[in-house]
């Protein structure tokens, strides 16, 4: 074999060789160009199902109230009227001892609450508040069942007639009385009223702040 054959041959062998080289790095480069956009769009789509759930769990959602009876339920926070605990207490207060047991033992608490009552039995609320209203700038409901939404509706005035048309009641409230186990006072409702559930709605100066619902039966 001549000398032209085996310059001729390497030749061959170094443009076969610089072909196949060339093919690896555009295919390298395709490959990571590629797997860099790819990822690019993951990103992006994760930050945006971030976002959107972060949206979603962060904004409240109008109009769903918990209507769990016996519990305090907040509706709009105060940093006058603050409640901390309630006891809420039927005819069984008048049993001798009753009242100092009961604050001994179970005292005040925001969930599982007394939630059955009578017609016609007082329903004695304790508060543990230390808040002191001027003149009647503060009232407490016991009022037929309705939607927080509904009630919202009515004004100082609607809300009374509400209450006592249907047999309930409302109290202003002042103060509570340490000396009786913070005693915010009671209400009932009336016997031949209709029995069922009903709203017990703390409000200051019309606004409702919280609220407990119950059973009159």
Do not use: C
Request: aromatic fraction near 12%; glycine fraction near 8%.
């Amino acid at each position: 074999m001549d000398n032209n054959v085996k310059k001729k041959d390497n030749k061959m062998l170094i443009i076969v060789i610089g072909l196949i080289v060339l093919a690896l790095l555009l295919f390298a480069l395709w490959f990571f160009v590629f797997k860099g956009d790819n990822k690019k769009e993951n990103t992006t789509n994760t930050n945006n199902t971030n976002t959107e759930n972060e949206t979603k769990d962060v904004e409240p959602k109008k109009g769903e109230y918990d209507y769990t009876k016996g519990v305090l339920h907040t509706v709009d926070g105060s940093s006058k009227f603050v409640i901390k605990g309630v006891m809420l207490v039927g005819k069984e207060r008048e049993e001798l001892g009753y009242m100092d047991k009961y604050a001994e033992e179970t005292g005040f608490k925001t969930k599982d609450l007394k939630t059955k009552f009578e017609l016609g039995e007082w329903i004695n609320i304790y508060l543990d508040t230390e808040f002191v209203a001027n003149e009647d700038e503060a009232r407490i409901y016991i009022t037929p069942h309705k939607t927080i939404e509904e009630h919202q509706q009515l004004d100082i005035e609607g809300l009374n007639s509400n209450a006592l048309e249907a047999g309930g009641f409302f109290f202003v409230y002042r103060q509570t009385d340490y000396r009786n186990f913070n005693f915010a006072g009671n209400g009932l409702v009336e016997k031949g009223s209709q029995p069922g559930t009903y709203d017990i709605l703390f409000t200051l100066e019309g606004k409702i702040l919280y609220y407990i619902v119950i059973d009159v039966e």
